[in-house]
């Protein structure tokens, strides 16, 4: 029952911009957590951000912080990611997540193994 729908991928030119979007239907959890993790060719998937329910709480891999910043619309359920001074080395396909409260505020929420639901991810490319 439960989807999550990545949006806002494409192709862009180092330095640029990019808002990424992931829409959720159907039942999640009562308060779900969310994060978005993204995966280049040939290698594991790693951590980008993560977001409390509220909105309050954010945390993101030292490889985006300053640069990227997720919020979230709990009224349109919806989580972004905004993505700016992009490089090659942010090419990789970004996926939301949604998991359960308690695993944000126990620090597991770099983790892909605490989410629970999976978008198909949205495929953003940095050209040099």
């Known amino acids: 029952q439960v989807q999550l729908v990545e949006s806002g991928g494409g192709l862009v030119q180092t330095g640029a911009s990019l808002r990424l979007s992931c829409e959720a239907s159907?039942?999640?959890?009562?308060?779900?957590?969310m994060g978005w993790f993204r995966q280049a060719p040939g290698k594991e998937r790693e951590f980008v951000a993560a977001i409390s329910y509220s909105g309050g709480s954010t945390d993101y891999a030292d490889s985006v912080k300053g640069r990227f910043t997720i919020s979230r619309d709990n009224a349109k359920n919806t989580v972004y990611l905004q993505m700016n001074s992009l490089s090659p080395e942010d090419t990789a396909v970004y996926y939301c997540?949604?998991?359960?409260?308690?695993?944000?505020?126990?620090?597991?929420?770099?983790?892909?193994?605490?989410?629970?639901?999976w978008g198909r991810g949205t495929q953003v490319t940095v050209s040099s």
């Open positions: 159907g039942r999640t959890f009562s308060r779900p957590a």
């Open positions: 997540a949604a998991g359960r409260t308690a695993m944000y505020y126990s620090g597991q929420y770099y983790s892909p193994n605490s989410y629970d639901y």
